[in-house]
């Protein structure tokens, strides 16, 4: 089983971890936490939202966000970039790349953000050097 903190908290969604027992519990506590101070498109229909906690690089300050299970990477970062008026360069050659990294990996851009990651998670958004 994982080795957790005792406690974790995010944004004012705060958990006591009392064992590897009861991890799939508090998560469902803290996504059902998230549904309701997610941002995100309220054309999404709600059984289809996948809710990820995003982190910028640098900031301290992270915000849940809810996306299509059907959106890739790319498509999660466009959204997030346009929502926090982040400069995004992405489709532009000699530019920093805005990229998502779960895990200290970054995910690749094509790949559906729901195979990658589950509601709950957090992922880190940040600059890196186009390569």
Not at 19 to 32: D, F, H, I, N, T
Not at 94 to 119: A, F, I, N, Q
Not at 122 to 130: D, F, G, K, S
Request: hydrophobic content about 30%; overall charge positive; proline content about 8%.
């Amino acid at each position: 089983p994982p080795t957790l903190p005792p406690t974790s908290s995010v944004k004012g969604v705060s958990l006591k971890r009392k064992g590897a027992k009861s991890l799939a519990l508090e998560r469902k506590v803290m996504v059902m936490k998230m549904k309701n101070k997610s941002k995100g498109p309220s054309s999404v229909p709600p059984e289809e939202r996948i809710f990820i906690n995003v982190t910028r690089e640098g900031t301290k300050d992270p915000c849940f966000y809810h996306f299509s299970v059907t959106w890739t990477v790319g498509r999660c970062v466009d959204h997030v970039a346009d929502y926090l008026k982040m400069k995004n360069n992405n489709d532009k050659a000699g530019y920093d790349v805005l990229v998502m990294c779960y895990d200290s990996h970054v995910l690749p851009m094509s790949e559906k953000l729901s195979k990658l990651t589950e509601s709950g998670d957090t992922v880190l958004l940040r600059y890196q050097p186009e390569t």
